[in-house]
């Protein structure tokens, strides 16, 4: 097989299929456990943060290009998606909010992460089809926010091995599908609650997963060009994830479980990630 379509094969099971196995399981049992989902999110975001720590980044100074650019590369992959993040949170917070003196100033659940509640309450109003594609756009432009900095991981890893079934990269690819189960369970609730035909919310939850193809592509494609854009590959999408771990999953995880077990969940993902590189 191709490559490019094996890459493409792996993204599409780790995005597509980690969201709409979320969908499914919203659809079969209309609820979530927020302790498990919690747990997920910080073992998940413990592995991340060592693989990208641990090999990603060292793999991208392994490049011989200036450690300055690559600090650059980190740098600018943590201010686009805070950016674009800071900026989706301004947008939805004048119709639904969850940026309050009393509330904290990041999500404290996976549904305000990635605007779902926004399009709940618009279904539950029962507004205007313009509304709800409005809310549909937003809640996409989140989802994709996460996505995309989770696939271009991938890419990257997958253009420094030999392929996208060594290494990393299908630790990854593995690693992001379980951490899109709770996702796709937040983003069917309210699409089900909303009075939208299961069929359809589960097939809307896994298409919601398809920006971590597009994020894969980009990631290789770069990675591809020359040794600095495998360099600037590996670091943007290192500074990504790390933002959307120490940004949003970590955080979100704490808020909704408030107990130590997240953090022993996080050192325990970092373990099993040191062992994965090193093993």
């Not at 999500?107 to 926004?118: K, R, T, V």
Request: proline share 3%; charged share 10%; hydrophobic share 50%.
């Amino acid at each position: 097989m191709n490559q490019v379509l094996l890459l493409v094969y792996v993204t599409a099971l780790a995005g597509i299929g980690g969201t709409g196995l979320g969908g499914i399981i919203s659809g079969l049992f209309k609820r979530d456990s927020v302790r498990t989902a919690s747990l997920l999110l910080s073992f998940a975001g413990g592995v991340m943060t060592a693989i990208v720590c641990f090999d990603l980044i060292q793999s991208a100074i392994a490049t011989h290009i200036h450690i300055l650019k690559i600090c650059f590369g980190i740098i600018m992959g943590v201010a686009v998606v805070y950016s674009l993040n800071l900026f989706i949170d301004k947008v939805t917070n004048v119709e639904v909010r969850h940026i309050t003196k009393k509330h904290p100033q990041t999500a404290d659940n996976l549904d305000e992460i990635i605007h779902s509640n926004h399009l709940s309450v618009h279904l539950k109003r029962h507004d205007t089809k313009i509304a709800l594609l409005g809310a549909g756009t937003i809640m996409a432009c989140a989802i994709a926010l996460h996505n995309l900095p989770e696939g271009m991981t991938i890419g990257a890893s997958y253009a420094n091995t030999s392929g996208v079934m060594e290494g990393s990269a299908l630790i990854l690819a593995i690693l992001i599908g379980l951490h899109n189960i709770p996702e796709g369970m937040a983003i069917a609730v309210p699409l089900i609650n909303g009075g939208i035909k299961r069929r359809m919310a589960i097939l809307i939850t896994a298409l919601s997963g398809a920006p971590t193809i597009i994020g894969a592509l980009l990631g290789y494609w770069l990675g591809d060009i020359s040794p600095l854009g495998l360099a600037l590959s590996l670091s943007f999408a290192s500074g990504a994830m790390l933002y959307v771990v120490f940004g949003e999953i970590l955080p979100q995880s704490i808020l909704m479980y408030r107990s130590k077990l997240p953090a022993f969940s996080v050192i325990l993902g970092i373990i099993i990630g040191l062992l994965v590189i090193y093993l």
